[in-house]
């Protein structure tokens, strides 16, 4: 199972702005107790929101931040099989149902975990900022926090690190994970077994450009859903990037480049996906 990776959670965060922000909740459902770790009972949940309006909704790394009004805010990192997901009233619930925010008008937002992996924490204002990760355990936010190609450059010449395990590394940069390492390595031209101190400039921008448009064009598309993976937005709808993907999961396919077949290896204990033009 492939986790959500930077694009998906952006996704379901922009959708959630859109929905939400300036909703007044009406009530809270608490099915499974243990996804809202700090929570004594059921009911505590409903005690705290009801009432207060969603001001903001943003994004800490991968965690997707519910702020309201009363000075407090609910913290949601999906696992596995974690999704969201916005029904009236009169929609059928799921039965991985953990937990529901109900709205006085408009949808409602339900939380859904088939394997007891996410997590969703209630917390005051004065509590989040100790709450959520610190900075320095963070990687490089792309969406969040634009870089130049020229500190992207300084910061691939500081590391000598196969590309490929520096991409997903939740330290260096958040969300880049097994789909879009291979893709941004593909669309770049670079191996993923190439030491990222050892790049030309010229590769280092070209690096560059595929992981910001890379992750653009994939929030652009609302994501990937992958039949290992699936995924879909706060509507339902799956993502569409999967169509437009050129290596992963394509072993064997002619490469949209050179023709020949798109070859699979292991390294370092991770599946990559590669064409013969990369070097």
């Known amino acids: 199972m492939t986790q959500l990776e930077l694009p998906e959670i952006e996704t379901l965060r922009r959708d959630a702005e859109r929905e939400f922000v300036g909703r007044k909740v009406k009530g ?23 009432g207060a309006k969603v001001e903001q909704v943003y994004r800490h790394g991968l965690i997707i931040v519910f702020g309201f009004d009363n000075e407090t805010s609910l913290l949601i990192t999906l696992g596995e099989n ?25 949808g409602n937002l339900h939380i859904i975990d ?56 939740p330290m260096v940069f958040v969300g880049i994970g097994e789909i879009y390492a291979n893709e941004i390595l593909f669309d770049s031209g ?21 992981v910001v448009g890379i992750l653009h064009d994939a929030i652009k598309y609302r994501g990937t859903s992958l039949e290992d993976r699936p995924f879909a937005d706060l509507s339902g709808a799956p993502g569409e990037y999967g169509d437009h993907l050129a290596v992963y999961g394509k072993a064997g396919e002619p490469s949209p480049r050179s023709r020949e077949p798109i070859k699979k290896t292991s390294f370092k204990h991770q599946v990559v996906f590669y064409c013969t033009t990369q070097v």
């Open 114 to 169: 088939k394997k007891g992996s996410s997590s969703v924490v209630l917390v005051t204002d004065e509590e989040l900022e100790e709450t959520l990760p610190d900075a320095s355990t963070v990687g490089l936010d792309l969406l969040n926090e634009p870089l130049s190609w020229v500190d992207f450059g300084r910061l691939m010449h500081a590391e000598d690190t196969p590309l490929r395990l520096l991409l997903i590394d």
């Open 28 to 50: 809270c459902d608490v099915s499974v107790l243990k996804t809202f770790p700090g929570l004594k009972t059921k009911a505590e949940l409903g005690k705290a929101l009801t």
């Open 190 to 210: 670079l191996r993923h077994d190439r030491a990222s101190a050892g790049l030309s400039t010229q590769e280092v921008r070209r690096l560059y450009r595929s």
């Open 82 to 106: 974690g999704r969201l997901e916005k029904k009236t009233g009169k929609d059928k619930a799921s039965d991985d149902l953990v937990g529901a925010i109900n709205f006085t008008q408009g």
